[in-house]
């Protein structure tokens, strides 16, 4: 089991959003650790990717499953800029791997028939 990495930022306290959202350093953290977190999330079977810690105080930045594919193609996004064609694919193996998995609890309802054949 991966240990999420600690991010370690210098007056938190005074961090707008707009400075956090601008940050390179932020942006290569997120990249490199979403695609990680959640492949290890989907073979512990977990609601939460953990992506990192905050300054060591046990508050992590999580990503819920129901998200997993947007993070999985915003990481996408950057990696094709730096033209990482491999990570691109296994990013895209992992999208794929979330969008066949079956949801619990959901049940397949039968479509109508109409004049004997099914819509």
């Not at 990482?84 to 791997?97: F, G, P, V």
């Amino acid at each position: 089991m991966r240990k999420p990495v600690r991010a370690l930022f210098d007056n938190l306290d005074l961090l707008t959003p707009e400075q956090i959202s601008k940050s390179d350093i932020l942006k290569q953290l997120v990249k490199k650790h979403v695609p990680l977190a959640v492949e290890e999330a989907i073979v512990d079977k977990k609601i939460y990717a953990s992506l990192f810690e905050i300054n060591d105080s046990g508050q992590y930045i999580e990503v819920h499953k129901n998200h997993w594919v947007q993070a999985l193609e915003t990481c996408l996004v950057w990696y094709v800029e730096d033209e990482d064609y491999e990570m691109c694919t296994h990013i895209k193996n992992l999208i794929q791997t979330i969008q066949e998995k079956p949801k619990p609890g959901k049940i397949e309802v039968p479509k109508k028939k109409k004049h004997g054949k099914r819509i």
